[in-house]
C-alpha cells in the first residue's frame, strides 16, 4: 500500500490592520457616499439603493450627512443630488407619456386583424405617471406641487357660505306635537 501524501499548508500572514485616523476615515467615507450621489444624481437611483450599491449603512450615511463641520456643504451636495433625481423623474414622466409603443394591439376579430386600444398598458402608463409626479409633489411642493390660489377683487370680492347640514332635518318643516 502506498503513502498518502499530505499537502502542507502554508498558513497566511495576516498583516494587522493600519489604524486610521478620524480624518482618513471622515474622507474614506466622503468618497464612498459621492460614488452614492453619482448613482442618485446620474441614474436617477434612491439613496437607499445607491447606499446598498456602495455597501453603506443608512446609520452610517445619516451621521455622515448629520457631522457636517464644513457649512453644510454635505447637506448641500446631498439636495443637489436629490434635485437632480427629480429632475431624471420628471423626465421619465414625460417619456412615459409619450410612449405609444404598446398603447394599441392587434387582435384578429371577423376574419381581419383589427387594432384596439390596449387598457392596461395605456392605464399602467397613467399610473407610473401619476406616482412620479404625486412622489415629486410630495418631496419638493413649491416647484413640482399643485397651487390652488383663491383671490378676488374689490368689486367682487370672495364669499364663503357654510352649509351645516347637521341632521337633515328641516327646522322650517319641522313641526312639535
Request: hydrophobic fraction near 35%.
Amino acid at each position: 500500500m502506498a503513502k498518502r501524501e499530505t499537502k502542507k499548508t502554508v498558513p497566511k500572514v495576516v498583516k494587522p490592520k493600519k489604524q486610521l485616523s478620524p480624518e482618513e476615515k471622515e474622507e474614506i467615507l466622503t468618497k464612498r457616499v459621492n460614488e452614492a450621489f453619482v448613482f442618485v444624481s446620474e441614474q436617477g437611483m434612491s439613496i437607499r439603493n445607491a447606499l446598498k450599491m456602495i455597501k453603506l449603512s443608512f446609520e452610517t450615511f445619516y451621521e455622515w450627512l448629520a457631522n457636517d463641520d464644513k457649512k453644510q456643504t454635505k447637506q448641500l451636495a446631498y439636495a443637489r443630488a436629490v434635485n437632480a433625481r427629480q429632475e431624471l423623474i420628471l423626465e421619465d414622466c414625460l417619456d412615459i407619456a409619450d410612449d405609444r409603443e404598446n398603447d394599441t394591439i392587434k387582435i384578429f376579430k371577423d376574419g381581419k386583424w383589427v387594432e384596439i386600444e390596449n387598457k392596461e398598458w395605456v392605464s399602467r402608463s397613467k399610473l407610473r405617471v401619476h406616482t412620479r409626479m404625486q412622489y415629486l409633489a410630495m418631496t419638493n411642493p413649491r416647484k413640482y406641487g399643485t397651487k390652488l390660489e383663491l383671490s378676488g377683487d374689490k368689486e367682487n370680492p370672495i364669499s364663503i357660505n357654510v352649509v351645516n347640514l347637521g341632521t337633515g332635518i328641516n327646522p322650517e318643516n319641522e313641526t312639535t306635537d
